[in-house]
Protein backbone atom coordinates (compact mmCIF):
# COMPACT_ATOMS: atom_id res chain seq x y z
CA UNK A 1 0.00 0.00 0.00
CA UNK A 2 2.97 2.66 0.72
CA UNK A 3 4.40 1.98 -2.72
CA UNK A 4 0.57 2.78 -4.30
CA UNK A 5 0.35 6.35 -2.26
CA UNK A 6 4.13 7.06 -2.80
CA UNK A 7 3.12 7.21 -6.11
CA UNK A 8 5.57 4.08 -7.67
CA UNK A 9 5.86 3.18 -11.09
CA UNK A 10 3.17 -0.27 -11.63
CA UNK A 11 6.46 -2.48 -12.93
CA UNK A 12 8.02 -1.74 -9.63
CA UNK A 13 5.27 -2.44 -7.44
CA UNK A 14 4.44 -5.56 -9.08
CA UNK A 15 8.16 -6.48 -8.90
CA UNK A 16 7.42 -6.56 -4.97
CA UNK A 17 5.09 -9.11 -5.27
CA UNK A 18 6.86 -12.72 -4.25
CA UNK A 19 4.51 -14.51 -6.67
CA UNK A 20 5.56 -14.21 -9.87
CA UNK A 21 2.89 -15.52 -11.87
CA UNK A 22 0.49 -12.53 -10.19
CA UNK A 23 2.75 -9.70 -11.57
CA UNK A 24 1.25 -8.70 -14.50
CA UNK A 25 -2.32 -9.02 -13.05
CA UNK A 26 -0.87 -6.70 -9.86
CA UNK A 27 1.02 -3.99 -12.52
CA UNK A 28 -2.20 -3.89 -13.89
CA UNK A 29 -4.07 -3.05 -11.28
CA UNK A 30 -1.16 -1.07 -9.68
CA UNK A 31 -1.99 1.27 -13.18
CA UNK A 32 -5.24 2.51 -12.13
CA UNK A 33 -5.04 6.29 -10.85
CA UNK A 34 -6.28 6.27 -7.35
CA UNK A 35 -7.31 9.63 -6.45
CA UNK A 36 -6.19 11.80 -3.84
CA UNK A 37 -8.82 11.78 -1.20
CA UNK A 38 -8.65 7.97 -1.61
CA UNK A 39 -4.53 8.21 -0.98
CA UNK A 40 -5.14 10.57 2.27
CA UNK A 41 -7.40 7.26 3.14
CA UNK A 42 -5.29 4.65 2.34
CA UNK A 43 -2.20 6.66 4.36
CA UNK A 44 -4.80 6.75 7.22
CA UNK A 45 -5.21 3.05 7.14
CA UNK A 46 -1.78 2.17 6.75
CA UNK A 47 -1.29 4.33 10.15
CA UNK A 48 -3.68 2.37 11.87
CA UNK A 49 -2.24 -1.25 10.58
CA UNK A 50 1.02 0.09 11.27
CA UNK A 51 0.09 0.83 15.15
CA UNK A 52 -2.05 -2.18 15.36
CA UNK A 53 0.97 -4.02 14.49
CA UNK A 54 3.20 -2.48 17.25
CA UNK A 55 0.56 -2.92 19.74
CA UNK A 56 -0.03 -6.55 18.63
CA UNK A 57 4.44 -6.70 18.77
CA UNK A 58 4.14 -5.10 22.62
CA UNK A 59 1.70 -7.67 23.75
CA UNK A 60 3.59 -10.72 22.49
CA UNK A 61 6.60 -9.38 24.20
CA UNK A 62 4.72 -9.29 27.52
CA UNK A 63 2.86 -12.31 27.20
CA UNK A 64 6.58 -14.19 26.18
CA UNK A 65 8.21 -12.53 29.08
CA UNK A 66 5.50 -14.52 31.43
CA UNK A 67 7.46 -17.87 30.53
CA UNK A 68 10.35 -16.08 32.71
CA UNK A 69 8.02 -14.69 35.29
CA UNK A 70 5.93 -18.30 36.03
CA UNK A 71 9.12 -20.82 34.90
CA UNK A 72 7.71 -21.83 32.18
CA UNK A 73 10.76 -22.61 30.11
CA UNK A 74 10.56 -26.33 30.55
CA UNK A 75 6.80 -26.49 29.73
CA UNK A 76 6.88 -23.90 26.32
CA UNK A 77 10.37 -26.16 24.79
CA UNK A 78 8.87 -29.15 25.21
CA UNK A 79 5.69 -28.32 23.52
CA UNK A 80 7.68 -25.98 20.56
CA UNK A 81 9.03 -29.80 19.91
CA UNK A 82 5.90 -30.00 17.98
CA UNK A 83 6.02 -29.22 14.55
CA UNK A 84 3.98 -25.62 13.95
CA UNK A 85 3.80 -25.14 18.00
CA UNK A 86 5.47 -21.70 18.58
CA UNK A 87 6.04 -19.98 22.27
CA UNK A 88 2.50 -17.90 21.62
CA UNK A 89 0.60 -21.19 20.92
CA UNK A 90 2.35 -23.13 23.72
CA UNK A 91 1.62 -20.14 25.82
CA UNK A 92 -2.23 -20.23 24.96
CA UNK A 93 -2.29 -23.77 25.57
CA UNK A 94 -0.70 -23.68 28.93
CA UNK A 95 -3.61 -20.82 29.87
CA UNK A 96 -6.11 -23.16 28.83
CA UNK A 97 -5.15 -26.37 30.61
CA UNK A 98 -3.35 -25.07 33.56
CA UNK A 99 1.09 -24.64 33.89
CA UNK A 100 0.51 -27.92 35.26
CA UNK A 101 -1.06 -30.00 32.77
CA UNK A 102 2.44 -31.93 32.25
CA UNK A 103 1.45 -33.74 35.28
CA UNK A 104 -2.12 -34.18 34.19
CA UNK A 105 -1.37 -35.11 30.77
CA UNK A 106 1.80 -37.41 30.90
CA UNK A 107 1.27 -39.65 27.68
CA UNK A 108 0.08 -39.03 24.25
CA UNK A 109 -2.67 -41.48 25.20
CA UNK A 110 -4.16 -38.93 28.22
CA UNK A 111 -4.18 -35.91 26.59
CA UNK A 112 -5.51 -37.37 23.51
CA UNK A 113 -8.48 -38.63 25.90
CA UNK A 114 -8.47 -35.32 27.71
CA UNK A 115 -9.31 -33.40 24.59
CA UNK A 116 -11.73 -36.22 23.23
CA UNK A 117 -9.34 -37.64 19.92
CA UNK A 118 -8.75 -41.16 19.61
CA UNK A 119 -6.15 -42.97 16.96
CA UNK A 120 -7.38 -44.49 13.92
CA UNK A 121 -6.15 -45.95 10.85
CA UNK A 122 -9.21 -44.74 9.12
CA UNK A 123 -8.81 -41.39 6.53
CA UNK A 124 -11.88 -39.87 6.88
CA UNK A 125 -11.30 -36.75 4.42
CA UNK A 126 -9.50 -36.19 1.39
CA UNK A 127 -8.33 -32.91 2.80
CA UNK A 128 -6.37 -34.27 5.67
CA UNK A 129 -3.21 -35.57 4.86
CA UNK A 130 -1.89 -36.79 8.02
CA UNK A 131 -4.89 -38.66 9.47
CA UNK A 132 -4.40 -40.37 12.36
CA UNK A 133 -6.54 -39.10 15.29
CA UNK A 134 -10.18 -38.40 15.01
CA UNK A 135 -12.93 -36.49 17.22
CA UNK A 136 -14.41 -39.58 19.49
CA UNK A 137 -18.07 -39.40 18.52
CA UNK A 138 -21.14 -41.13 19.71
CA UNK A 139 -22.48 -41.41 16.08
CA UNK A 140 -21.50 -40.78 12.26
CA UNK A 141 -21.75 -37.09 12.69
CA UNK A 142 -19.42 -34.72 14.45
CA UNK A 143 -20.04 -33.36 18.25
CA UNK A 144 -19.00 -30.79 20.09
CA UNK A 145 -16.35 -30.63 22.41
CA UNK A 146 -17.71 -31.01 26.13
CA UNK A 147 -14.71 -28.82 27.50
CA UNK A 148 -15.47 -25.23 25.58
CA UNK A 149 -12.34 -24.12 27.42
CA UNK A 150 -9.84 -26.75 24.97
CA UNK A 151 -11.80 -25.85 21.66
CA UNK A 152 -9.70 -23.03 20.85
CA UNK A 153 -6.55 -25.18 21.05
CA UNK A 154 -7.93 -28.37 19.45
CA UNK A 155 -10.18 -26.50 16.16
CA UNK A 156 -6.49 -25.28 15.17
CA UNK A 157 -5.66 -28.99 15.16
CA UNK A 158 -9.13 -29.87 12.95
CA UNK A 159 -9.63 -30.45 9.45
CA UNK A 160 -13.40 -29.73 7.89
CA UNK A 161 -14.66 -33.46 8.74
CA UNK A 162 -13.41 -33.13 11.91
CA UNK A 163 -10.08 -35.70 11.49
CA UNK A 164 -6.83 -34.38 13.29
CA UNK A 165 -4.05 -32.63 10.91
CA UNK A 166 -1.38 -33.79 12.97
CA UNK A 167 -0.82 -36.54 15.42
CA UNK A 168 -0.29 -35.31 19.48
CA UNK A 169 2.93 -35.51 20.20
CA UNK A 170 4.33 -37.54 23.69
CA UNK A 171 4.23 -35.09 26.72
CA UNK A 172 7.02 -36.56 29.37
Known sequence: MQAVIDGRN????AALHRNKAKRAEIEKCASVEIPNYLQVYLQEVLVDVRSLNQRIIAMETSLLAKIETFNLHQQ????CTVPGVSK????????????NYHQRY???????????????????????S????????SG???TSFPQ?????????????????????AQIT
Open 88 to 99: MLALRVISEMGA
Open 130 to 137: NAGLHMAT
Open 10 to 13: PSEI
Open 148 to 168: PSLSPFTDAALCEDGSMITEV
Open 106 to 128: FTAEAFSKAIRVVPSNEVSGESC
Open 76 to 79: IDLM
Open 140 to 142: SSF
